[in-house]
Nanobody
Framework: QVQLVESGGGLVQAGGSLRLSCAASGRTFRNYAMAWFRQAPGKEREFVAGVDRYGGGRNYADSVKGRFTISRDNAKNTVYLQMNSLKSEDTAVYYC????????????????WGQGTQVTVSS
């Protein structure tokens, strides 16, 4: 079992920044690829960003490329999502997820999920 707890969400004006954190406990964190997903009201959950076990391989949804950065600190069992130049369409609940396999963009590949943190961007 891996337990994931997100933090750092909140209300921010368009153009602002937020940094989300996801703290992991349980099994060895470095054995898992990690990702951030989000779900806006009335929409399906979507992939935002992913990072491999070592932190070197990263991928992003087109909608956030150049604005968001995913990173991880295996010594602290934590994955981060730095979000800059936020837009109203970034408003959603953000979830971190852990995948015992390779980094992936589909939610079905992830075995463990956090409870989510709300990000609201006002225009």
């Amino acid at each position: 079992q891996v337990q994931l707890v997100e933090s750092g969400g909140g209300l921010v004006q368009a153009g602002g920044s937020l940094r989300l954190s996801c703290a992991a406990s349980g099994r060895t964190f470095r054995n898992y690829a990690m990702a951030w997903f989000r779900q806006a009201p009335g929409k399906e959950r979507e992939f935002v960003a992913g990072v491999d076990r070592y932190g070197g391989g990263r991928n992003y949804a087109d909608s956030v490329k150049g604005r968001f950065t995913i990173s991880r600190d295996n010594a602290k069992n934590t994955v981060y999502l730095q979000m800059n130049s936020l837009k109203s369409e970034d408003t959603a609940v953000y979830y971190c997820a852990a995948n015992p396999g390779l980094s992936a963009t589909r939610g079905v590949n992830y075995d463990y999920w956090g409870q989510g943190t709300q990000v609201t961007v006002s225009s």
